[in-house]
């Protein structure tokens, strides 16, 4: 009888217990809560924020680091250089656009400007 009792308990924590799943959520839930990511967007939007004038592209890279996307040009008077370093997020995805990166604009290895205003003024690769 004891052996029965205990085979049935056994039974029935095995069927109990076997419907469990542990689901963690994605890190790109689209929800506010923190992503993976986050602290180096916030990093960064601190770090070009405190840019000085007149900074140089290897001072800039020195101090940012490798950027996410780099384009570079010449033109009959100047050479340009944009380094593109994520500073937020636009797309759950886990992938990294130019749309969620702020642009630093160089004109002959010389800060010029941050952002889009920047970006806009200067030609675009001719």
Request: proline letters at 3%.
């Amino acid at each position: 009888m004891l052996k029965r009792s205990l085979l049935a308990v056994a039974l029935l924590s095995a069927l109990t217990l076997s419907g469990c799943v542990v689901v963690k959520e994605s890190s790109y839930d689209g929800s506010s809560e923190k992503y993976e990511g986050q602290q180096s967007e916030q990093r960064n939007r601190s770090s070009i924020a405190a840019l000085p004038p007149s900074l140089s592209v290897s001072e800039a890279l020195s101090r940012l680091g490798t950027p996410d996307f780099n384009d570079s040009w010449e033109s009959e008077q100047h050479r340009y250089q944009v380094l593109y370093y994520r500073t937020h997020r636009k797309h759950a995805d886990g992938m990294t656009t130019r749309d969620e990166c702020t642009a630093i604009v160089f004109i002959d290895d010389t800060l010029a400007g941050i952002g889009e205003m920047a970006l806009d003024r200067i030609p675009k690769n001719g």
